[in-house]
Nanobody
Framework: VQLQASGGGLVQAGGSLRLSCAASGRTFSMYVKAWFRQAPGKEREFVATISGNGGTTYYADSVKGRFTISRDNAKNTVYLQMNSLKPEDTAIYYC????????????????WGQGTLVTVSS
């Protein structure tokens, strides 16, 4: 059972990136999925989460209106579309999955990917 994040890179402020997280394992398709991030010298923080059927989403205030989380259960993949990027969005972005509940606390998520680095230059 693995989560594989991809799509990170270097982008200028105001630009866009789309992150993907592919999950292996058929049972993953309906798990709650989320994105967290960790900037250098800071603690990991919640970014966005989406319910198993995609009907419910939550966002951190810092990304609301700029980021969109979505999922394709047929492909076992969750996405994070990031627009209007800011230098403070620079971080390693981690995808996570939970078979327990949807929420913003990292302790709810029992499966984690390896992370993908997003760097936003000013």
């Amino acid at each position: 059972v693995q989560l594989q994040a991809s799509g990170g890179g270097l982008v200028q402020a105001g630009g866009s990136l789309r992150l993907s997280c592919a999950a292996s394992g058929r049972t993953f398709s309906m798990y709650v999925k989320a994105w967290f991030r960790q900037a250098p010298g800071k603690e990991r923080e919640f970014v966005a989460t989406i319910s198993g059927n995609g009907g419910t989403t939550y966002y951190a205030d810092s990304v609301k209106g700029r980021f969109t989380i979505s999922r394709d259960n047929a492909k076992n993949t969750v996405y994070l579309q990031m627009n209007s990027l800011k230098p403070e969005d620079t971080a390693i972005y981690y995808c996570a999955a939970s078979n327990y509940a949807i929420g913003t606390r990292s302790s709810l998520y029992n499966y984690w990917g390896q992370g993908t680095l997003v760097t936003v230059s000013s």
